[in-house]
C-alpha cells in the first residue's frame, strides 16, 4: 500500500533529516548572499543605485540571521539525542532489550 509506505515512519525520518540538510545549506546560501550584498552597498555608497532602505534591510537580515544561528544549534544538539534514541528503535525493531532502552531514553531525554 502506497499510504503506508508514504507516511512510515522510517521514511519520515529520512525526509526530516534531508529537510534539515537542506535547510541549513539554504540558511548558509542566504546569510552568506546577505554578508556579500552589504559589502557591495558599502562600496557602492557614492553611487546612484545606493538605497538606505535596501542597506537597512540587510542589515536588519544580518541580525535576524544572527539571531538564529545563536538559538539553533543549541536547539539542534538538544533534539539529537532524542532523534537518535528514535533511530535505534526504529533500526532494530528484533531486539527487545534495544528497543526497551531506547523508549527509555528517548521518554527520559523528552521528560527532560
Not at 37 to 42: I, N, Y
Request: hydrophobic share 55%; aromatic share 16%; glycine share 2%.
Amino acid at each position: 500500500n502506497l499510504f503506508v509506505e508514504v507516511y512510515s515512519l522510517p521514511v519520515q525520518m529520512m525526509l526530516f533529516a534531508s529537510y534539515m540538510c537542506t535547510g541549513t545549506m539554504t540558511f548558509f546560501a542566504l546569510l552568506n548572499h546577505n554578508k556579500a550584498s552589504k559589502s557591495s552597498l558599502t562600496a557602492r555608497r557614492l553611487s546612484a543605485r545606493y538605497t538606505v532602505a535596501k542597506h537597512y534591510q540587510i542589515k536588519e537580515n544580518l541580525l535576524v540571521f544572527g539571531m538564529l544561528r545563536k538559538i539553533s544549534l543549541p536547539g539542534a544538539v538538544a533534539a539529537l539525542p532524542a532523534f537518535l534514541f528514535f533511530s535505534l528503535y526504529l533500526f532494530f525493531p528484533s531486539h527487545d532489550l534495544v528497543n526497551l532502552f531506547s523508549v527509555a531514553l528517548f521518554d527520559l531525554h523528552v521528560s527532560l
